[in-house]
């Protein structure tokens, strides 16, 4: 191949990476999913993944809230509080349910694809 050939390959590569989010499209990197924890609600209530990708329930409001496992498969849960932030990593497949224990039908879904 001639060094102007190779450099034209290499600039449409360059191209191509800006146009998909640079060097994490290439790579794979890890991506992440918000969730909402609101007055009464988890906003997505249901949320679908893919495997490796880190979600981020985010309090809003004033209420206390939790973050407890329903479903067989298991994640960490969130301690009952006003606000910050819980942060889990979903690495299997399946569909991860929860509930806030402090009121009644406040659930949500992760399907991790």
């Known amino acids: 191949m001639t060094?102007?050939?190779t450099l034209m390959t290499l600039g449409?590569?360059?191209?191509?990476m800006a146009g998909f989010g640079g060097q994490a499209a290439l790579t794979g990197a890890a991506t992440t999913k918000s969730i909402a924890v609101d007055d009464d609600f988890f906003s997505p209530?249901?949320?679908s993944i893919k495997k490796n990708t880190t979600v981020t329930w985010?309090?809003?409001?004033?209420?206390?809230?939790?973050?407890t496992?329903?479903?067989s498969l298991k994640f960490k849960k969130a301690a009952t509080k006003r606000s910050g932030r819980h942060k889990v990593k979903f690495t299997k497949a399946g569909t991860f349910r929860y509930v806030c224990t402090i009121h009644d039908g406040m659930t949500g879904s992760i399907v991790v694809k």
């Open 45 to 47: 209530k249901k949320a």
């Open 58 to 67: 985010r309090w809003r409001g004033e209420n206390p809230h939790n973050i």
């Open 3 to 5: 060094r102007t050939r």
């Open 69 to 71: 496992p329903t479903s």
């Open 12 to 16: 449409t590569v360059a191209v191509a």
